[in-house]
């Protein structure tokens, strides 16, 4: 069973940046596509970006133009570059597949927080 450690988050100004990693422990060219999603405090979990095992994207409205997501396949890794981070990016980062997440996938998730 491939398992996720989601890396990279940190306490960044608004306006800053950050990129977090997704390492598995085993290959993930089986997997179609490849997610994040972010949880914030109080809220339920939501979907932020996906990449096919062909790299094609899909963002969410609230990130497109400002994140970037990308998959290194040789690696097992997916990225996501953050810019122009708001106050209202913080929240818990996991990644898993995507659109529709296996429950079996979720890991720990990387903390972003945004704040001055």
């Known amino acids: 069973q491939v398992q996720l450690v989601e890396s990279g988050g940190g306490l960044v100004q608004p306006g800053g940046s950050l990129r977090l990693s997704c390492a598995a422990s085993?290959?993930?060219?089986?997997?179609?596509?490849m997610g994040w999603y972010r949880q914030a405090p109080g809220k339920q979990r939501e979907s932020v970006a996906g990449?096919?095992?062909?790299?094609?994207?899909h963002y969410e409205d609230s990130v497109k133009g400002r994140f970037t997501i990308s998959r290194d396949n040789a690696k097992n890794t997916v990225y996501l570059q953050m810019n122009s981070l708001k106050p209202e990016d913080t929240a818990v980062y996991f990644c898993?597949?995507?659109?529709?997440?296996?429950?079996?996938?979720w890991g720990q998730g990387t903390q972003v927080t945004v704040s001055s």
């Open positions: 898993n597949k995507y659109p529709v997440p296996d429950f079996q996938f």
């Open positions: 990449i096919t095992r062909d790299g094609k994207t």
């Open positions: 085993g290959s993930i060219d089986s997997i179609k596509s």
